[in-house]
């Protein structure tokens, strides 16, 4: 993998979400020594970090009378509500301690407007609103596109969707991803991500 017109994508790997944290993904740590050995092999590896204000409209926290994974309508379409986490600055926010955030040539953060969630490394999710990160892959010359991090059914397959939409050859390392899986939602992202064309390995 050492082309210059790939990119690995590594999403989330946060403390939050890994075991202990706030919105803690079930083995979320267990995929951090198997990332390292790829961004090892990677030329140009970028990472996501969810980054929200204390008061994120996406926190149940936020909304009276409402509980942690109820849904919720907002102005951009349907929001699950999530436990207060990756609040910007804090230790749940950081990466994974073990992540070898040495090699990134990125860090983009993303969920960081009160009034918006945003699940995708490419668009908030009103599915519009860009993170400016496909500019910056169409100039330094990037079609291709490894996916890996936290979590499998909502950051990665929100990230992996648009990317496919936007033209890049995606694929995502599922061994290197682990799920939340609210109510189906990992066989849910799962049919989405190959129906926009994206590969599983
Ligand atoms: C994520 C829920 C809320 C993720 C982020 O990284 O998959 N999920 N914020
Ligand atoms: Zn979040």
Known sequence: MSETDHALLVIDVQNDFCP????AVPDGN??????????????CVILTQDWHPADH???????????????LDMAYGPQVLWPDHCIIGSKGAAFHPDLNTDAA????????????????????????????????????????????????????AFSAQDAARLGFDVTVNMDLCRAIDLNGSLAAATDRMRAAGVTLS
């Not at 409209?57 to 849904?71: Q, T």
């Not at 009160?114 to 993170?131: H, K, L």
């Open 57 to 71: 409209s996406s926190f149940a926290s936020e909304h009276p009378g409402a509980a942690a994974y109820d849904m």
């Open 105 to 156: 040539d990125l860090i983009i953060r993303k969920g960081f407007r009160r009034a918006i969630d945003s699940y995708s490394a490419f668009f908030e999710n009103d599915q519009t609103t860009p993170t400016g990160l496909e500019g910056y892959l169409k100039t330094r010359g990037i079609t291709r596109l490894t996916l890996v991090g936290l979590a499998s059914d909502f950051c990665v």
């Open 20 to 23: 202990g944290g706030a919105l």
């Open 30 to 43: 267990r995929i951090v020594t198997g990332i390292n050995a790829l961004i090892a092999q990677s030329p």
